[in-house]
């Protein structure tokens, strides 16, 4: 993001326009597509009438991408946290075209994904086993037979067909319909809409803290927010205000069809993953279009450099030879659409590396709501949650893969340019989510040459290259953890983690700003503590780890996840102006690296590489000191927290990595020192019942509901965010609890999400949040929301006896050493040693459905 500098001229531009006639508005809105026609017309349910939508053509003009739009209404996602916003779409769409006048023509036979191999079956399995269904749903997910997949649509080619995945209720509806319904709704509350309109100037004025918005007849409209909706003019109308938004423009090639036979009437939405491609009834036609594979991908980088041209979709020719691989399988799959009048048709489309939109804070009150590649499935959830957001003043719920900041200092032109490529080829591909392309990028740490030689495993979080575990000789994985866990916790392991966010807070109201914002105690001189940002509802924002080390305590650092890291802060920074604390809040993720020591020979390890004191009286649990480890300045963090076992985290320039790791291995390795990853650490925070964020804590629950309710503090008397509601939480009865368990099977090991459910009933009474296998226990180990009520006994459908799941508590303190390696003979996994396989080989994310009895 590119942050406004306010020159003199502009200055005096400010001043003069001052002078001029004004409107005054809360919002201002720039785009009149789905995403802006959405947001407005949920800021007038929540009565905001003074809202003003600016649309550069008319709505729903053939330049823009809604007229282009299948209509598509899906409400079946990989991401749960993605469900209740497709569901809401439903909902509401279902009811919109009565209460706007505007017929939207929703057709609602629900969504066929097919599965014509193996892989794709396994998928829709694991899909299932997640979907967090009950009743009154709007839509329904359910895995279908190939007898029933025939029966739903009997023009398919049953011979290719394995089985499908159903959902229920959605479909598809005429999406200018859509967009001219917001509109009116919106319209009819109070909102203005102003076609054929493009600001001159969009101008932030800091003596008055709001946004002024020129327009060609050189009227000024003052308005406290901005919202940019522009869709594929969404870097034109940014740049007006000295902003830049990572996404692409990209060419879609879509066609109507003409069928040879007559299609049976009511037939659902359907979707082919491995081909990526979608068609679904229009009348007595079918409306047909795909995703091209990635090197028939076309994106506009000339619009991007030069603008994006007034005719927008409109002046795309189409190429509908670049579909040719999906046309010919759908023709293969459905014989009816063989020899059919093709019309092909092109538009372009507006998306973001990864997929998800940009919704949310851009900067000081600037919004956006745009790069959206599923715009019909989500535009009315989205544009609750964005309309929620500016209302209330907090996220209304868990939904950081939209974060609208998540690019922000990181990714450059080439990375939005290859990953977006990638990511639009594989639009349905659910199963692939560690793609490589342009990977790595600059967020690699100063070590990461050095793992990678020595085996590492990557995976990818917001850029960040993350080892997962290390293979050695080829070893399967789970044979690999348990090297790694019994290697740490018998003599000691080194782990990188550098890729965590990392946020600076400095200044004389630094402390003052901390004790405001986070919940409880802010640690003292030295020290290290575990802190919770909460909503002013009360709800957990953001867990975070909180150190300083300095003698004037002005200070501090905050550990955070990368992907939650724009997030803070913005929290924090919006909390600091509106206290007017003098402040700087900034990341330093970029250059402050970190590598940890963990397991009962760290201490030893690291007194062999400093003359600090480093005993327990001298450096004792939750602080932290300043320390020279061979040429590498360091503090030192000690922390079991989130393993169980002693640890020292050491925090230092990332220039200083590699030098550093070396010592360490150096020293380490007469004490057995081996490398460990993030799946080994994820089994030790299990076993120590340790919760994380976006697993066990989001957005969607509260210290007291999830067990950390001793981290309020509501003694002391110190006003906070959220303290209102965290009093009226502390003496709530909750009808969930979180609850660590362990599983005597064998077989399986969850992955986290999988429903609970009541053996045979529909009735959902908790989900797992994450889960692995505990080495140390011998099964799988998860944390599950479970209804205060149940009792735990888990039953697989596929098989005739029950799995007992028994609630775990956690050690309160670092085990102590112990040689457990004859349980585990030439490391062979122990799934399938049990087995007695000859060729150990396992499932690590297995497909069912826990059922309690």
Request: glycine share 8%; hydrophobic share 35%; charged share 25%.
């Given at each position: 993001m590119?942050?406004?500098?306010?020159?003199?001229?502009?200055?005096?531009?400010i001043a003069?326009?001052r002078?001029?006639?004004?409107?005054?508005?809360?919002?201002v809105i720039?785009?009149?597509?789905?995403?802006g026609?959405?947001?407005?017309?949920h800021?007038?349910q929540?009565?905001?009438?003074?809202?003003?939508?600016?649309e550069?053509?008319?709505v729903?003009?053939?330049?823009a991408?809604?007229?282009?739009?299948?209509?598509?209404v899906?409400?079946?996602?990989?991401?749960?946290?993605?469900?209740?916003?497709?569901a809401?779409?439903?909902?509401?769409?279902?009811?919109?075209?009565?209460?706007?006048?505007?017929?939207?023509?929703?057709?609602?036979?629900?969504?066929?994904?097919?599965a014509?191999?193996?892989t794709?079956?396994?998928?829709f399995?694991?899909y299932?086993?997640?979907?967090y269904?009950?009743?009154?749903?709007?839509?329904?997910?359910?895995?279908?037979?190939?007898?029933q997949?025939?029966?739903?649509v009997?023009?398919?080619?049953?011979?290719?067909?394995?089985g499908?995945?159903?959902?229920?209720?959605d479909?598809?509806?005429n999406?200018k319909g859509l967009?001219?319904?917001?509109v009116?709704?919106?319209?009819?509350?109070?909102?203005?809409?102003?076609?054929?309109?493009i600001?001159?100037?969009i101008r932030?004025d800091?003596?008055t803290?709001?946004?002024l918005?020129?327009l060609?007849?050189?009227?000024?409209?003052?308005?406290?927010n901005?919202?940019?909706?522009g869709?594929?003019?969404?870097?034109?109308?940014?740049r007006?205000?000295?902003?830049?938004i990572?996404?692409?423009v990209v060419?879609?090639?879509y066609a109507?069809?003409?069928?040879?036979e007559?299609?049976?009437?009511?037939?659902?939405a359907?979707?082919?993953?491995?081909?990526t491609?979608?068609?679904?009834?229009s009348g007595?036609?079918?409306?047909?279009?795909?995703f091209?594979?990635?090197?028939?991908?076309?994106?506009?980088e000339?619009?991007?450099?030069?603008g994006v041209?007034?005719?927008g979709?409109?002046?795309?020719?189409?190429?509908?030879?670049?579909l040719?691989?999906?046309?010919?399988?759908?023709?293969e799959?459905?014989?009816a659409?063989?020899d059919?009048?093709?019309?092909?048709?092109a538009?372009?489309?507006?998306?973001?590396p990864?997929?998800?939109?940009?919704?949310?804070?851009?900067?000081?009150n600037?919004w956006?709501s745009?790069?959206?590649l599923?715009?019909?499935s989500?535009?009315?959830g989205?544009?609750?949650?964005?309309?929620?957001?500016?209302?209330?003043?907090?996220?209304?719920?868990?939904?950081?893969?939209?974060?609208a900041?998540r690019?922000?200092g990181w990714?450059?032109?080439?990375?939005i340019?290859?990953?977006?490529?990638?990511?639009?080829?594989?639009?349905?591909?659910?199963?692939?989510?560690?793609?490589?392309?342009?990977r790595?990028?600059?967020r690699?740490?100063?070590v990461?040459?050095l793992?990678?030689k020595?085996g590492?495993q990557?995976?990818?979080?917001?850029?960040?290259?993350?080892?997962?575990?290390?293979?050695?000789?080829?070893?399967n994985?789970?044979?690999?953890?348990e090297?790694e866990?019994?290697?740490?916790?018998?003599k000691?392991?080194v782990i990188?983690?550098?890729?965590?966010?990392?946020?600076?807070?400095?200044?004389?109201?630094a402390?003052?700003?901390?004790?405001y914002?986070v919940?409880?105690?802010?640690?003292?001189?030295g020290?290290?503590?575990?802190g919770?940002m909460?909503?002013?509802?009360?709800?957990?924002?953001a867990?975070?780890?909180?150190f300083?080390?300095?003698?004037?305590?002005?200070?501090?650092?905050?550990l955070?996840e990368?992907?939650?890291?724009?997030?803070?802060?913005?929290?924090?920074?919006?909390?600091?102006?509106?206290?007017?604390?003098?402040?700087?809040?900034?990341?330093?993720s970029?250059?402050?690296?970190?590598l940890?020591?963990?397991?009962?020979?760290?201490?030893e390890?690291?007194q062999?590489?400093?003359?600090s004191?480093?005993?327990?009286?001298?450096f004792?649990q939750?602080s932290t000191?300043?320390?020279r480890?061979?040429?590498?300045?360091?503090?030192?963090?000690?922390?079991s927290?989130?393993?169980?076992?002693l640890?020292?985290?050491?925090f230092?320039?990332?220039?200083?990595?590699?030098?550093?790791?070396?010592a360490?291995?150096?020293?380490?390795?007469?004490?057995?020192i081996v490398?460990?990853?993030?799946?080994?650490?994820?089994?030790?925070r299990?076993?120590?019942g340790?919760?994380?964020?976006?697993?066990?804590?989001?957005?969607?629950t509260n210290p007291?509901?999830c067990?950390?309710?001793?981290?309020v503090?509501l003694k002391s008397?110190?006003?906070?965010?959220?303290?209102a509601?965290?009093?009226?939480?502390?003496?709530?009865t909750?009808?969930?609890?979180?609850?660590?368990?362990?599983?005597d099977?064998?077989?399986?090991?969850?992955?986290g999400?999988e429903?609970?459910?009541?053996?045979?009933?529909e009735?959902?009474?908790?989900?797992?949040?994450?889960?692995?296998?505990?080495a140390r226990?011998?099964k799988?180990?998860?944390?599950?929301w479970?209804?205060?009520s149940?009792?735990?006994?888990?039953?697989?459908?596929?098989?005739s006896?029950?799995?007992v799941a028994s609630?775990?508590?956690?050690?309160s303190?670092?085990?102590?050493?112990?040689?457990?390696?004859?349980?585990?003979?030439?490391?062979?996994?122990?799934?399938?040693?049990?087995?007695k396989?000859?060729?150990?080989?396992?499932?690590?994310i297995?497909?069912?459905?826990f059922?309690?009895?």
């Amino acid at each position: 993001m590119i942050r406004i500098r306010q020159s003199p001229a502009l200055r005096s531009a400010i001043a003069q326009t001052r002078a001029s006639s004004t409107q005054h508005a809360f919002a201002v809105i720039v785009g009149g597509g789905m995403a802006g026609s959405s947001c407005a017309y949920h800021l007038t349910q929540r009565n905001i009438k003074d809202v003003v939508l600016l649309e550069k053509e008319h709505v729903a003009s053939p330049a823009a991408t809604s007229y282009h739009s299948p209509g598509l209404v899906s409400a079946a996602h990989p991401a749960h946290r993605y469900k209740p916003i497709l569901a809401y779409s439903c909902e509401l769409y279902a009811k919109l075209d009565k209460e706007s006048g505007e017929p939207i023509n929703f057709s609602r036979p629900g969504t066929l994904r097919l599965a014509t191999n193996q892989t794709r079956l396994a998928e829709f399995r694991k899909y299932t086993a997640r979907d967090y269904y009950k009743e009154g749903d709007v839509c329904k997910t359910t895995l279908l037979t190939p007898e029933q997949v025939a029966e739903m649509v009997p023009h398919l080619d049953k011979k290719e067909i394995l089985g499908g995945l159903y959902t229920s209720n959605d479909g598809y509806v005429n999406s200018k319909g859509l967009n001219k319904a917001f509109v009116n709704g919106a319209k009819s509350r109070g909102a203005s809409v102003v076609n054929q309109t493009i600001p001159d100037f969009i101008r932030y004025d800091k003596g008055t803290g709001e946004w002024l918005v020129g327009l060609g007849d050189g009227s000024l409209i003052k308005t406290r927010n901005i919202i940019n909706a522009g869709g594929i003019w969404a870097n034109d109308i940014a740049r007006l205000s000295g902003h830049s938004i990572p996404m692409i423009v990209v060419e879609h090639q879509y066609a109507v069809v003409k069928p040879t036979e007559q299609l049976k009437a009511g037939l659902p939405a359907i979707i082919d993953h491995d081909s990526t491609f979608y068609v679904r009834q229009s009348g007595d036609e079918l409306l047909f279009g795909g995703f091209e594979m990635i090197d028939r991908v076309k994106i506009r980088e000339d619009w991007f450099k030069n603008g994006v041209p007034k005719d927008g979709s409109a002046s795309i020719t189409p190429d509908f030879e670049r579909l040719s691989r999906a046309y010919e399988r759908a023709k293969e799959l459905l014989p009816a659409m063989r020899d059919a009048k093709v019309d092909a048709r092109a538009a372009v489309f507006s998306m973001t590396p990864d997929g998800y939109p940009l919704v949310g804070p851009f900067d000081k009150n600037y919004w956006v709501s745009t790069g959206f590649l599923d715009g019909v499935s989500s535009a009315g959830g989205l544009g609750k949650y964005l309309a929620d957001w500016i209302v209330d003043g907090e996220p209304p719920a868990e939904l950081f893969d939209t974060d609208a900041s998540r690019y922000d200092g990181w990714a450059d032109r080439k990375f939005i340019v290859d990953k977006g490529v990638e990511t639009y080829s594989m639009f349905y591909n659910w199963s692939y989510t560690d793609r490589l392309a342009a990977r790595p990028t600059d967020r690699i740490s100063g070590v990461y040459g050095l793992l990678k030689k020595q085996g590492a495993q990557f995976g990818y979080r917001n850029g960040w290259e993350v080892a997962q575990y290390f293979n050695i000789d080829e070893e399967n994985v789970l044979s690999t953890l348990e090297r790694e866990y019994l290697m740490v916790t018998n003599k000691c392991g080194v782990i990188d983690m550098s890729w965590k966010g990392k946020i600076e807070v400095k200044g004389p109201d630094a402390q003052e700003l901390l004790e405001y914002a986070v919940c409880g105690e802010v640690p003292a001189l030295g020290k290290i503590g575990s802190g919770l940002m909460l909503t002013r509802a009360g709800r957990v924002l953001a867990p975070l780890k909180i150190f300083h080390h300095d003698s004037v305590r002005s200070q501090f650092i905050l550990l955070t996840e990368p992907e939650r890291e724009s997030r803070d802060l913005y929290w924090l920074k919006r909390a600091a102006a509106e206290k007017q604390f003098k402040v700087q809040v900034h990341s330093v993720s970029e250059y402050l690296a970190s590598l940890a020591l963990v397991g009962p020979k760290s201490r030893e390890l690291l007194q062999l590489l400093t003359k600090s004191e480093v005993s327990d009286e001298g450096f004792p649990q939750r602080s932290t000191k300043l320390m020279r480890l061979g040429a590498a300045a360091v503090v030192c963090a000690r922390s079991s927290t989130s393993t169980g076992q002693l640890s020292y985290e050491l925090f230092h320039n990332r220039a200083d990595s590699k030098k550093l790791y070396e010592a360490i291995m150096a020293a380490g390795r007469p004490l057995g020192i081996v490398n460990f990853g993030q799946a080994t650490m994820n089994g030790m925070r299990l076993e120590h019942g340790f919760k994380i964020w976006g697993r066990e804590l989001t957005l969607d629950t509260n210290p007291f509901e999830c067990g950390l309710g001793a981290l309020v503090d509501l003694k002391s008397g110190k006003d906070f965010i959220g303290k209102a509601s965290s009093i009226e939480h502390a003496t709530q009865t909750f009808n969930r609890r979180l609850a660590l368990i362990t599983m005597d099977t064998d077989s399986v090991v969850p992955a986290g999400n999988e429903v609970l459910r009541r053996e045979g009933e529909e009735e959902r009474i908790g989900q797992v949040t994450s889960a692995g296998y505990s080495a140390r226990l011998q099964k799988p180990i998860a944390f599950a929301w479970l209804d205060s009520s149940v009792k735990v006994r888990i039953r697989m459908p596929s098989t005739s006896t029950s799995v007992v799941a028994s609630e775990y508590a956690p050690p309160s303190s670092p085990r102590p050493s112990s040689s457990r390696s004859t349980n585990f003979p030439h490391w062979v996994c122990h799934f399938c040693r049990l087995r007695k396989v000859a060729q150990p080989h396992h499932t690590l994310i297995p497909s069912f459905v826990f059922n309690l009895v």
